[in-house]
């Protein structure tokens, strides 16, 4: 059944001047919308207005636009409304009131729209209200969350669209909006519910802590920074650390309570102030740590040609790169010496015994030879790589040489025991020993050289030390 009703005539007036008449009121089962008229001691004037089909509610405004001054309406006088159905004429509502300019009138509160933000905040979400409202601009209205106002405003003269911008806490719940008047006093209010989904807990950090190394490398300090952390749920945290602006490591915490996270990474050493942050990449939208931290410059590198005033290693004989050249040299002259005069004594001593040699001892004789081949292959890689006791990836270099020592004793008592008729038996336990005798004797060559080896460590043998990752 259709039904009408005006609650309310306000007007809006500077001084004696009347400026606006705004009228409202509800309607029920009359969908095409309303006709409202008002008059004085004038003209009739009427204007047609939709319903909110939401709240049944509706307002028509008369303002200079709609002819207002041929009604001669002023302040004090009496006006007669009428609101009449367009496609029901016989439903309709008619009052008549005094215009008194000397009050404020009461806004009229239409519409409220709400929007939750998809993200969240430091555990909050940002809640934006729209209130629809027509008033004086001597009004002033107020939006209240749960009982406790969260944002006040001033309204304009005629219709116009307020918002209210607050944030609260995503915790998945129902919670009462109210728009109420903050003036003129006495007027009713307006409330909606909303449900604010969930957000993620998050975790607060205590104290930022950093340490940059005081040792340099390739220009370069490492930064350990320790923060205390506190993960308010069982849920997995996933933490960041930010340096000036970018990213430099992460890490996971996937324990609740309280906790302290480590992260590592290497920075230009340039005696500057950098920016050091800690942040959340799960939960998304907390607040992390920052602090503001001082990094030593990094001496020269030897290695910076700009910064090293010395001629090239192998420009003269006499410098440090000649050096290691010649005692290169001198060691592999003395080895093939070595390897001349082992030849001979095997030779000899097999045809000194037995001539002509048996093929089993040529082949012995042949495995003798290659022994100690292999030997000094292995002694000169340990010249060029290994001279320095401090490159520790050489032990298992030098393990293999004294191996390699006691592999040709065993082989020389082997043979002594193992050819019963004689053969070439004296020539090889000579060569054997005499191998063994002279990997000894190499040995203590190399580190009688020593000292060229450490002071050439910018010449031939520091670069291929360098290629292969020993340098020091």
């Given at each position: 059944m259709c039904n009408i009703t005006i609650e309310d005539v306000s007007v809006d007036s500077t001084g004696n001047h009347l400026n606006v008449v705004t009228i409202t009121g509800t309607a029920t089962d009359c969908k095409a919308g309303i006709e409202v008229s008002i008059q004085c001691h004038g003209d009739k004037i009427s204007k047609q207005v939709s319903i909110n089909q939401n709240t049944q509610e509706w307002q028509a405004t008369f303002s200079a636009g709609d002819k207002l001054k041929t009604t001669e309406c002023g302040c004090g006088a009496t006006v007669t409304v009428v609101a009449t159905c367009m496609t029901n004429p016989t439903c309709n509502a008619i009052i008549t009131s005094t215009l008194d300019c000397n009050s404020l009138s009461c806004p009229v509160i239409g519409e409220i729209r709400t929007l939750i933000a998809n993200t969240c905040t430091n555990g909050q979400r940002e809640v934006t209200v729209e209130v629809d409202v027509t008033g004086t601009s001597s009004a002033a209205l107020e939006c209240k969350y749960d009982g406790l106002v969260a944002a006040t405003s001033p309204i304009s003269s005629g219709s116009s669209t307020i918002p209210f911008v607050f944030t609260v806490n995503g915790d998945d719940a129902s919670h009462i909006i109210e728009i109420g008047v903050v003036l003129p006093v006495g007027c009713s209010s307006k409330t909606t519910s909303i449900i604010v989904p969930a957000c993620d807990a998050c975790p607060v950090f205590n104290d930022?802590?950093?340490?940059?190394?005081?040792?340099?490398?390739?220009?370069?300090?490492?930064?350990?920074?320790?923060?205390?952390?506190?993960?308010?749920?069982?849920?997995?945290?996933?933490?960041?650390?930010?340096?000036?602006?970018?990213?430099?490591?992460?890490?996971?915490?996937?324990?609740?309570?309280?906790?302290?996270?480590?992260?590592?990474?290497?920075?230009?050493?340039?005696?500057?102030?950098?920016?050091?942050?800690?942040?959340?990449?799960?939960?998304?939208?907390?607040?992390?740590?920052?602090?503001?931290?001082?990094?030593?410059?990094?001496?020269?590198?030897?290695?910076?040609?700009?910064?090293?005033?010395?001629?090239?290693?192998?420009?003269?004989?006499?410098?440090?790169?000649?050096?290691?050249?010649?005692?290169?040299?001198?060691?592999?002259?003395?080895?093939?010496?070595?390897?001349?005069?082992?030849?001979?004594?095997?030779?000899?001593?097999?045809?000194?015994?037995?001539?002509?040699?048996?093929?089993?001892?040529?082949?012995?004789?042949?495995?003798?030879?290659?022994?100690?081949?292999?030997?000094?292959?292995?002694?000169?890689?340990?010249?060029?790589?290994?001279?320095?006791?401090?490159?520790?990836?050489?032990?298992?270099?030098?393990?293999?040489?004294?191996?390699?020592?006691?592999?040709?004793?065993?082989?020389?008592?082997?043979?002594?025991?193992?050819?019963?008729?004689?053969?070439?038996i004296l020539g090889l336990i000579v060569g054997f020993a005499y191998y063994g005798i002279m990997i000894t004797i190499l040995e203590f060559i190399m580190r009688v050289f020593l000292n060229c080896v450490i002071a050439a460590s910018t010449g031939l043998i520091g670069r291929v030390r360098d290629f292969l990752g020993l340098s020091e």
């Open positions: 930022l802590n950093y340490e940059v190394s005081s040792d340099c490398n390739q220009g370069k300090r490492t930064v350990t920074v320790t923060v205390g952390v506190t993960n308010p749920t069982s849920s997995l945290l996933a933490l960041k650390c930010i340096y000036d602006g970018q990213e430099v490591d992460t890490l996971v915490v996937s324990t609740s309570g309280v906790s302290l996270a480590e992260f590592s990474f290497e920075i230009e050493g340039d005696s500057a102030s950098h920016t050091l942050e800690v942040g959340t990449i799960l939960p998304e939208g907390c607040t992390g740590k920052e602090k503001i931290i001082d990094v030593p410059a990094c001496p020269a590198s030897n290695d910076d040609p700009a910064s090293n005033d010395d001629p090239a290693p192998n420009d003269d004989p006499t410098s440090t790169g000649g050096a290691i050249n010649w005692c290169l040299i001198t060691f592999l002259t003395l080895a093939a010496v070595i390897i001349v005069a082992g030849i001979v004594a095997i030779a000899a001593g097999c045809a000194a015994l037995v001539p002509p040699a048996t093929p089993v001892a040529i082949a012995v004789l042949m495995g003798a030879l290659l022994t100690g081949v292999i030997a000094l292959v292995l002694l000169i890689i340990w010249c060029f790589v290994c001279s320095s006791a401090s490159v520790s990836r050489c032990a298992v270099l030098n393990d293999l040489r004294d191996l390699l020592i006691l592999l040709e004793i065993t082989v020389a008592i082997v043979a002594a025991i193992g050819f019963f008729n004689g053969a070439c």
